[in-house]
């Protein structure tokens, strides 16, 4: 089962601007990754937050986490052109200790218009 | 230059016929994966293996089979393709294990891209 959803499933918006994406889940995590993909490629690791952590930033990204309410944001700031992908949000839910599994999210279009 | 690598990137073929798809990391990686790409269905987790002779199923293991004789390697075999198997596969790897349960960040391969006919 889908242990990660992403909100909204497009998103377009004007350079400059700021962008913002959701997660929801539904089990128990240990940590909650977010990783970036342009059109048909791997895709590439952004940022981890850890379930004893609240907020992290990188760069333009700053990333939230609600634990009681099961869900993240993902924040970015002053968006370019180059932000256009796919972002996807990946569980790393609590299941005891043989249960290494990453479980993703159908993801985030977001457009970036110049 | 550290990376993950995958071959072939493009494959076409027909329905039974048995083929592998290779990855290889050059990172020194415990942690290893492999995953499917569909169109609304998101990305779905098929094996991952823990270290050497360490596999274990994912989401989607049905009609996969996969080996780890070597830390840096972990082909994802399919023994007899379907036109189901059409997909974009990647495969992954990852270093840091928090305690028990836990997977870290994860490196992704360029992907290939399966037709099954």
């Known amino acids: 089962s889908q242990q990660g959803e992403e909100d909204p499933q497009a998103l377009s918006i004007q350079e400059g601007e700021n962008a913002t994406m959701n997660c929801s889940y539904k089990t128990s995590i240990n940590n909650l990754q977010w990783y970036r993909q342009n059109s048909g490629r791997g895709l590439v690791h952004l940022i981890l937050i850890r379930s004893n952590e609240r907020e992290k930033h990188s760069g333009r990204l700053r990333v939230t986490l609600d634990t009681s309410k099961k869900s993240s944001s993902l924040l970015i700031t002053a968006s370019r052109a180059a932000d256009t992908a796919s972002y996807f949000c990946?569980?790393?839910?609590?299941?005891?200790?043989?249960?290494?599994?990453?479980?993703f999210g159908k993801g985030t279009l977001l457009t970036v218009n110049p | 230059e550290a990376q993950v690598t995958q071959n072939p990137r493009y494959l076409i073929t027909v329905t039974g016929k048995k083929l592998t798809v290779t990855c290889s990391q050059n990172?020194?990686?415990?942690?290893m994966s492999w995953y499917r790409q569909d169109p609304g269905l998101g990305l779905r987790q098929i094996y991952y293996?823990?270290?050497?002779?360490?596999?274990d199923k994912g989401d989607v293991p049905e009609g996969y089979k996969v080996s780890r004789k070597e830390k840096r390697n972990f082909p994802l075999i399919l023994e007899s393709p379907s036109p189901n198997q059409t997909s974009l596969y990647f495969c992954?790897?990852?270093?840091?294990?928090?305690?028990?349960?836990?997977?870290?960040?994860?490196?992704f391969g360029p992907g290939t891209r399966l037709t099954v006919t």
């Open positions: 992954a790897s990852s270093s840091r294990l928090y305690g028990a349960g836990e997977v870290y960040e994860q490196y």
């Open positions: 990172m020194n990686h415990e942690y």
């Open positions: 293996s823990m270290n050497v002779e360490v596999t």
């Open positions: 990946a569980t790393d839910a609590v299941g005891g200790g043989s249960n290494y599994k990453l479980t």
